[in-house]
């Protein structure tokens, strides 16, 4: 969908690989695969110096990172991921009929798991979806239980001061699987004697939870999640930010995601809610660097934190003492929250571009980039790629999908929805790739 506002020429289409993954809860939006089409062209009232990509898009900075990372060429990462989108639109279509059911993907083939008393209408809406590759129906004598129906029956019935120890429930190619730090005996042992035998606990722990919950494959051992906080713009550069207005010491980076518009039809820009923290943040301004990791210098005014939420509406999390004091009716009805932000008051200076820097070795950041012409769900087991200004161009296979409980600056428990993936040594994402 082309500006409401400005006169862009769409050129080229290709698939998504991913949308957004989360390794602790910093968001990797996927890009777009990289074609040899030219990027979208500047505004009416830009300039008019030709986009680095509107000769033959040079891809070295995804491919590079696509080969070293996956052992896979481009051409079959954007494969992998057209199956990856397949078999996510069928579960959610299964789901939308109220028929529960997980998907993943394995070695480019696609897994839909359903009961066996669903496993005809499920094979029906395969057959109908013409996917790219075979989806394969598998059934299972047990009900299927989803993330989300987990999460509810998980607060239904466990003890309120029992979620200050989870991470994260997720849905992972070895069964769901719920994420927690580990049991204090001592703790339990301590509560256990200043309370009468009459008003002993009547919920349950973590563990007790998962050895009575025949859909639940275990429990792991888990620390706390945390999270990671020129003219043209595109997703993947870097902006920084201070609660002073000013640049101090304390000053934080993160990464832009992706390039929007507000329901008025203004410039807009997609980044993490963690980065805004709270909306005590105030933006400096672009972070320039040439190359990832580098420390940055203050470039061009951006704008300012319009819209953020990290964890329920307005950035709403809980603490110890409000877990503690929480009923059950309230407890019962928490909503996973999400991680998100949006940036408005564009500087009108800037021309902002519906693509994403590749980082490219021996490049500038806005040398080379990559259109943005779609977005896709994401499964366990796929892959997908991030931009970010710390780590550039990094790949890496999602290994869960569900919810994750982190903590936030003031010490509260927020949840997130979203995706885990394999980050060795920091490698994938790292402290200011977060929003790219």
Known sequence: MPHPKKKTAQRGIVAAAATALVVGSSFMPAAAAPTASESPSASATASEKPLASETALDTEGLGKAIEKDLNKSVEEYVKDGETSDAASKVRDELNAKGIDATASVKDG????????????????IVKASAAPAPIVVTEVDSQVKTVDKVYTELLANIEPKELKRITAILQTNDGLKIYAKGFDEKEAADELKSKSAGSLPEKLTVEQFVSEATHVD??????????????????????????????TSKSTVCSLGFTAWTAE????????????EDGATRILGLAEQSVPGQSPTLGAELGTFGFNQFGGPGNSGLSAEELDSMTEEEFNNLEPGTDISVIDNINPALNLHAAVSEWADGKEPRDEVINVTGTTKALVGSEACSSGRTTGWSC?????????????S??????VAGYVAENPGQSVLDQGDSGG
């Open 109 to 124: 083939k696609a897994e839909i798991t359903v009961s066996k008393n669903d496993a005809a209408k499920a094979k029906e």
């Open 218 to 247: 275990g429990v792991e051992s888990s620390g706390v999640a945390k999270t990671t906080a020129a003219e043209d713009i595109y997703g993947a550069l870097g902006y920084a930010m201070d609660k002073s207005g000013a640049p």
């Open 265 to 276: 039809g203004e410039d807009a820009i997609i980044s993490a809610g963690h980065c805004s």
């Open 396 to 408: 890496s296979p999602i290994i869960g999908e569900g919810v994750f409980f982190v903590g936030g």
């Open 410 to 415: 003031d010490k509260t428990y927020r949840s």
